[in-house]
């Protein structure tokens, strides 16, 4: 309901900053998307899916990016995608990255620097992420073995990772449509090291990861093997070997 004394264009101009938002929502929830894949999700008109976008670009919140092909390209230009730049992120909930950052310096200084630093926050990577799997074991032993992805998918996005399962060739993919800690990733590499070793022993499989946030992907990207083999963490973990 309109409040009285509100001008027209003051309320026209909330509901433009609401939709906006959930352009930028979507992107965040889903991951890098098309012109056509966010009037699809959202109930919009393409046209008005760009006016938002040109607006949001404007404001550094997205940036238009090169649609990313797994696989071989087809023939014709790829699709311009529209992913979230760092100040974009930040908007959402990544407000105690620098306490983040100090904490693991302060782990990595206190273990003597060096290897023993990096080994010591490797350490605290790990028990951190032992604790978050409890209740993505539970998740995981829960379903079928063929639905073993999806709940794991669904346990993280429970977690504020934005996460789906999809198929991919030979395989399976875990996408991470957003990543509270990739801002501290980006300088300690372990936090992803330790969540690639951490789905490998949920899964019970080698799994490989081919992209990351932390890495300036759009979207933090797991694959899992369909036949399962003895689990391992994969020699790029945390990395993106393109």
């Known amino acids: 309901m309109k409040n009285v004394g509100e001008a027209p264009h003051e309320e026209l101009a909330t509901g433009e900053h609401s939709t906006r938002n959930r352009v930028a929502r979507s992107i965040l929830d889903h991951g890098p998307s098309t012109v056509a894949d966010l009037a699809g999700r959202l109930g919009l008109t393409q046209a008005a899916v760009r006016r938002h976008l040109d607006s949001l670009v404007s404001e550094n919140v997205i940036e238009p990016r090169e649609q990313r092909v797994y696989g071989a390209r087809t023939r014709g230009r790829p699709a311009k995608v529209f ?21 693991l310096r302060w782990i990595e200084r206190a273990a003597g620097g060096g290897a023993a630093g990096e080994a010591a926050v490797a350490a605290f990577a790990r028990d951190r992420l032992e604790a978050q799997a409890v209740a993505y074991r539970k998740a995981i032993e829960a379903a079928a073995p063929e639905q073993r992805t ?10 504020g990772y934005a996460a789906t399962a999809r198929n991919a060739p030979v395989g399976e993919q875990l996408c991470q449509h957003h990543c509270p800690v990739a801002h501290v990733a980006e300088q300690y590499p372990q936090l992803c090291e330790a969540e690639t070793e951490t789905f490998s022993r949920l899964l019970g499989t080698h799994v490989q990861r081919l992209a990351t946030i932390a890495h300036g992907d ?3 990207t797991t694959f899992i093997p369909k036949t399962t083999t003895p689990s391992a963490s994969a020699s790029t973990a945390g990395r993106n070997p393109a």
């Open 218 to 220: 759009g979207v933090c």
């Open 150 to 159: 999806e709940a794991l998918a669904k346990a993280l996005s429970a977690d």
């Open 83 to 103: 992913a979230l730049t760092d100040c974009g992120r930040d908007a959402f909930d990544q407000a105690y990255d620098a306490l983040a950052v100090d904490a």
